[in-house]
């Protein structure tokens, strides 16, 4: 709640001072929480996938338009490394003739890498935002799953696996997984105490899922922690 505090009185701050600048930042790092939440609940579902194609699509374009208007690039080892990566790509599709789907793909999930890459490295605000955007994301999935299953969910009804109108339900429990994982670290090194109560939500969705290696290894990961 204070969180939300600071950012309503910094956007109000930055109107007043015309710090265009910042507000554009704010404005990203809000489709940047859309993003992540659309990848968890709808990437992988045939219609909404549109919704999702359509965030990332802004989010790209209004980083895109920032770095390009304050001349913010950084070529450093990570830009290196995904042009060679690319360039194995493209060489390789030359080669075999062919440029097929999950080629094209892979570019566009490396474009789409280093234009995020790019914004987050600008600024150490920036990635404790998104960070921010992880939490607010996880946490709104984990609700949006609670409230697609919620017979199941306070009923206890183990009768099925539950995740199947988001994605295969290893996929499913891949994603909490994340969730749980970033929470409960934040929780415990991060002195953030109230999100124990979302790792609880979070691991239970996990087990409805029924995915039993995914909750194994989310267990043994949870103990070492």
Do not use: C, P
């Not at 709640?1 to 109000?12: L, T």
């Not at 970033?182 to 995915?211: D, P, R």
């Amino acid at each position: 709640m204070n969180k939300v505090k600071v950012i309503v009185a910094d956007i109000k701050r930055y109107f007043q001072e015309r710090d265009w600048e910042a507000l554009l930042r704010i404005v990203i790092l809000g489709f940047l929480t859309l993003a992540v939440f659309s990848t968890f609940a709808f990437s992988s579902r045939v219609f909404f996938n549109n919704i999702n194609n359509l965030i990332y699509f802004i989010l790209l374009a209004l980083i895109g338009l920032y770095l390009i208007i304050y001349k913010r690039f950084v070529l450093d080892k990570f830009f290196v490394a995904l042009a060679l990566f690319n360039f194995i790509i493209i060489a390789s599709a030359v080669f075999n003739g062919k440029f097929t789907s999950q080629v094209i793909t892979m570019m566009l999930l490396s474009a789409t890498t280093f234009t995020v890459y790019q914004f987050l490295i600008l600024d150490r605000r920036n990635r404790e935002h998104f960070v921010s955007s992880l939490v607010i994301a996880g946490i709104g999935f984990i609700f949006y799953f609670i409230l697609a299953y919620f017979r199941e969910f306070f009923t206890f009804d183990f009768s099925n696996r539950l995740g199947d109108k988001f994605d295969n339900v290893n996929g499913v429990a891949q994603n909490l997984s994340i969730i749980v994982v970033t929470l409960l670290y934040l929780a415990m090194f991060h002195n953030k105490q109230y999100l124990y109560i979302f790792v609880a939500l979070g691991l239970y969705s996990s087990f409805l899922t029924g995915s039993m290696w995914t909750n194994l290894v989310l267990l043994m990961t949870v103990v070492v922690l």
